[in-house]
């Protein structure tokens, strides 16, 4: 075998999965942001909602785990994304004070201000939700370089609204999986009139007092697309909407998984075990609608891998979630 | 921290699951039944259906365990039932005798006639189905408090009629989980004409002989809708005719788990692989679209912990069905 | 007990998944294929396919294990086939080079024609899908029994197309599982004129370069109904234009797990995590509706036990496939 | 391939555990005892002994599974049973009244009283150890063959001595499994003067008002040699024991897999968790050094493979004990 | 059944565990520390050090689901605890703010303050290992009621010191699991002239520069007995050191799983898989070995109950070791 | 953060495994074998003896999951291997056609000859044992460079020889996981009058016609100690015979993980059931015995972690014996 076989039956059989050192997509491993137009980011972070199941941390290990296998090409948008962008694995958010959320929360604001700074569109695997509000923080709103100073529209998938400010401080996490949906609209980053959560189901808990799903999202100004709603309106005439209040400026889309039907999606940390969630088919469509929006990022958050399904079902479903966002992202780059 | 500031912590935190002694649903531990409205009961019962899987002893603990992080009021019936009744989780039925199923009928029906004495309405988790003949036994019928002396209409979602009379006894056990349907109706306390039986699927078995699906179950009186007819009416069609047979008096609720397609609930005993059954969404609909009816009682059974997914969803599905039907009952004693 | 007791007794019990040595739907293990009239056969091989998941070759195993509890009469064709025909276990394909995938095929090969010359009709589990390229080469074409020495009309469940002829050998394998459905065609034992291929899905592979799901399938001859044209389509409609294009002639069916969703049939190799794939529902329906064709064989292929729910759901979703199949098989022989 | 080729393909293939109908140690399926002179035979009961882990009836189902690959010969002993006796397997004994203990423990007795009326000696694998009784009573003492007509002398490892006389029935069953090693004794199937217990240890019960691990049993008349004597002994000294006591006369062998130490033997019902149990090594020295001795018969019990670990470990140390069984039955008759 | 029945049959079926609401060893619930002699306290505490492994506040329910099954009587000892003294089950110290560290030892530290006045003897299931710096606090050195305002002597089995007082705080956390054995001694709850620690094994880590394994330990006065030295003295030489060390005073015991070699404890968050640690004899016979001390409490930690085995073999492990310590409490105060 | 202390941050954080992209203990990812002294490399190969258990190509992912956690110094020799040595991870060996054994064998050995050409000792991490053939033919014997052209003495922990060389070729494999220890002799890699095998255990197959354990291995020049041989000699002994046998040339260490106990390394292939294996205390201790000879190179295979623990416990102690291996060479370099 000659260096120059070796080389070529490396590359060839890149693609599979249990072969060498995983990295997302089996991207190049590429801690600097300047040299890439989309980054690969994990933020393996677990104590920002972590009440019951504490296990989101080892997300982004599982996700490169599985994500060797994947596609490399979208056969909807026909576009190969790997092929027309520079697109890196960066590594995880060093997170040194793991089991302080605030420091954490500091860390990872810190982290995404260098991508920020270098032009880098992040796409993110999580962790709990509250890696959000530090991304957002990151990259929109005044002075942030990705978003062109401007607060974002957010498009929001998850069975719950997350802005419950009224609630205590999440079991001791102040910068919280429970209500960065609401801090990053007062602290600018987000613009609630131009964004939507779609998809909150579930009974509302007793804790918070006289709160209904939805409440205090919509007195922020966020258009909230409830299960039933989307039941009736249809993928079509619900990605229509979204698109219309969105516009044409700055957009950032975060994926929890626990929108997707627990029979689809087992693995997720706070899983809604009544109704109906999204099935894949419907949560692909939706993120496919999106295409042109301009995407500067994107999130997907909650996987458990500890209580994922013995095929990782829930892992390969957040890695094609993040596929999906990182096509729209290199679409609208490419045009 | 003071002692008032001890017990206040407590309780805001009191409806996380991993935390405390598990009851269902954090309801207070009172084996009386004379001073709760609804009465929680486990029937930790396997020997009358366990043929080959032999785990649904293990149900109400399973659901002890997740039931502690539910929500605490009904998100579509606008509801809060663990405020507005006094609802007790009593413990287990005990069964000494675990392993004599006519024993365990017995004792089972002796525990509920004294929740029937005291005006307490059940809603028990199993256990497999057998269970439900002697809790029907208990309260409804000639002498039975809860039901006015009436037989009840039995609302019973299942994937098999068990009314399979001409069956040998099930493995030994003869008051079994394949014909309780049958000897409720010929003992007076299910009163077929008012009853439905839904969600029948599955091909016939060779062992009972001229049998088919549903047949011995209409001779007795009941309505059966099967699965493909289901689909065809749809879940509106479907609760009308339930609730139009139903009428004015006295019903029960029996829920078997493996009405359920395996995606949404795997970890049930005597899973119907061929077919498609319920969705959770379906079966929140049609519950839901009991109300005002009057519940005098309830049940969840065939619950197999041992083989539930990594997640529990089958517990947790249990669970939400548990609080669907004493928000039922919830419902109707408020009104 | 007598012996007429005991003989009775072992009879009346003879139908419960826990008890005795498994054998497929607890047929009689005779490895005679003259003594049959359906021959039910194990293809314990994963040397074709088994780039990172290898362990189909415990599929046979796998289906035997849950398949004693199974019906004996199918609901919907309202037949008894085990008790019409001539039904048997006739153990697993010896297969003493294992991990030689091109000594496996022609062991796979040569033990089929041994079939085929008896005039048993095979129903095959896998095993991956390379196994039907040998089992097709033994029963269907010129000089060969069962078909009347006529090319089949293949009827193609699947996710993928596997006819991949620009692909290099798949990880050393030759007559792999990527590509049989291209050389049978080219071979003569498949007849792509009055063959369908549903339920394609997924995104291109970077690897297949220029290529398309469909493309070369559709050169090949084949209708290719991929899954978004399915949803358009519906069941009925699909039906009819498979039976439209196989018309009168030999039939085979060959149903790749994958085609179905990964919430019902999680324990597949390969799994496809985008897009949604077909319920249980669709599935028995689309088999269903080939009642009348003249089936002269078929496989369920790609289960992978290792990766199955606790419950083993995939494991008793290949049973359901194979029964629909058997029965087909028997609703044409005994007409 | 020609015939020829394939048929010994066919067998020098044979012993890998994935491939073809399982049997135990690939013996030939035979259920007639007059043509075997070890019969080994499945007992898949649950009922006699179920309290709370009640999957003892899938043991015989999962040794099958994995006995197809283990060895042919014996490394210490020097000899290839399977070679030089006929040995078939049976099957597992029909228990159509699975739920009643009573009904099973009659069935499994008239079961085995075909085979001592053939002079098969039986090797079982369970079930619960409720099944020693019958067996004991169907080929040991006044009138049966095997025996001799003399009661044999029991050769007992457990981590209890099951002789609790003074409990209530457990759990509802008569003839449980926590007093067959009464009852044996006191209905002449076994002479405790002959006999040894080896291996308890752990608490005794609250339940067992005044009693001490092994108190009945001396009463009785059998040795009891509990785990901390074990240690003192060594295995030298403990198999001297044994012997000595038994003597010339017919004895049986009954190895309850709980007498391990749960690190390996991890499925097994009721685990001992204090103390320290047996390693593999000691016991299979005790078991070796019981050579000469004339077994007539023996069994494996408490098996739980839905609680085994992830490679099965504990149906293969059955299996393992199954097979010094067996041998040491071979070693005498074939002397 | 009459009521009088009904009562028995509860009692006599009391100690199954899948039976009824779970509390530790199926004692009384009663959360006032005044009625009982023992007080047995879940602390489900995981933010203290988890690194990597963050489900140890799952341990107090996983302990409680297995406990009720145990034995009421200890065989070595000869004595029945819960019989003897008033032993209950006081639920879990509530942690309202679980996701800080900081926090939850403050309330630990005030919880077991009051079970300190009341004089009741805490056995302890965590939890991570940094509860046992606030139990101790709470009930040992000046102003304490428990020690009688003395320091206690510290009885620590673990693989590691926990007095890594040069490391940084541990992922954020101030009071961890890395230091607590330091800072007790430093603030007058320890008196490390009197105290042992036996067990540590493992290569030191290159994070404390500098530092051994049981450097630091010995500075501050404590014996330590690493696993080689362990194996030199054997079990009797090593309690003896203990006991002589320990005196008359009051001792506390501290269990920390991961001192047991990880076949016998395989569920305990880092797992220390090189060398080998304590057997289930050793361990047990070094506790039975300290009969006589003036035990005041003592606590088991970090069981990890999502990585145990299938059959919960760390979880039973745990509960053995709790029984072991209250049983050394109730010996000494029923002297 | 100021990007100083972003790097501080990184570096401290660096140990722990959940974090970032997973290499060998953390090592730098660098494909050069010339820029480093010890090359980790893992083999992902199981078509050499994928018998039965086909998983061990996942093998060296599963070790790089679990090593970023594990300690940088070694407790008992005294080094601290990653700082006095440069170690990288170089990745897997590609392997293209993974189902063609021979195929695979011809590329490891191309590319480990690539580190012998560099200088680069390997410790590789398989991969089933057929990988040990083509590293030894690439490192040893005549022409190469790592062995002075000599060839080496092997020391080999197994439960097997691996030197069946009247074996049919093992299910098709020529160069095979069966008979790799015989042909590197006969191909003058291995010095077998300098060798010795370790551990073997279990009964013979009789498959191998007149064979016996040992048995060709001694024809070959083996010494070879079974497992009750070194029961007799202990470790001391054992590590004494081997060391005078291997002399002052160079050796290679290969480990197979079934010599362990099942129950201290339940993940492995062709797991042996019966005696007992070694201990984690026995395996270090024969490996630290070894201090001081010139290892060249080595190996751990037979990983199968999809039947690990839950806790990955086996994939822990292969990492364990890798790091015993590297200290080993780096203990005679830095010398």
Same sequence: chains 1, 2, 3, 4, 5, 6.
Avoid at 27 to 40: R, Y
Avoid at 303 to 316: C, F, H, V
């Amino acid at each position: 075998m000659t260096q120059d076989d070796f080389e070529a039956a490396k590359r060839s059989a890149a693609s599979w999965y249990w072969w060498g050192i995983p990295t997302f997509f089996r991207c190049p491993w590429n801690e600097d942001p300047s040299q890439c137009d989309i980054a690969l980011v994990g933020v393996p972070h677990s104590s920002g909602n972590g009440s019951t199941e504490r296990d989101q941390h080892l997300g982004p290990r599982a996700v490169r785990n599985v994500s060797g296998f994947y596609r490399r090409a979208h056969g909807v948008h026909n576009v190969a994304p790997f092929e027309q962008l520079r697109i890196s694995d960066l590594g995880d958010v060093p997170l040194p004070e793991a089991m302080n959320n605030e420091a954490c929360v500091r860390d990872i604001e810190a982290y995404f201000a260098r991508l920020d700074a270098a032009g880098a569109r992040p796409v993110a695997i999580g962790g709990d939700h509250s890696i959000t509000g530090p991304i957002l923080k990151a990259i929109a709103g005044p002075g942030r370089n990705l978003s062109g100073g401007k607060p974002v529209a957010l498009i929001h998938f998850d069975a719950h609204t997350d802005s419950y400010e009224n609630m205590p401080h999440w079991l001791g996490a102040k910068r919280s999986a429970a209500h960065w949906a609401a801090y990053t609209v007062r602290e600018d980053a987000v613009d609630a009139a131009r964004s939507t959560q779609v998809g909150m189901r579930g009974h509302p808990s007793g804790l918070i007092h006289g709160g209904r799903v939805g409440g205090s999202s919509e007195a922020l100004g966020y258009r909230v697309i409830k299960m039933d709603e989307f039941e009736r309106l249809g993928v079509d005439a619900t990605v229509a909407m979204i698109r219309e209040r969105a516009g044409e400026g700055p957009c950032y889309i975060t994926f929890d998984l626990d929108c997707l039907d627990p029979s689809v999606a087992p693995g997720v940390s706070n899983l809604e075990p009544g109704f109906g969630g999204f099935s894949i088919r419907e949560a692909t469509r939706l993120l496919q609608g999106l295409k042109g929006l301009d995407i500067i990022g994107g999130d997907v958050v909650c996987l458990m891998p500890t209580k994922d399904s013995p095929n990782n079902i829930t892992a390969q479903v957040a890695m094609v979630m993040m596929f999906e966002i990182l096509t729209l992202i290199a679409l609208r780059k490419t045009d």
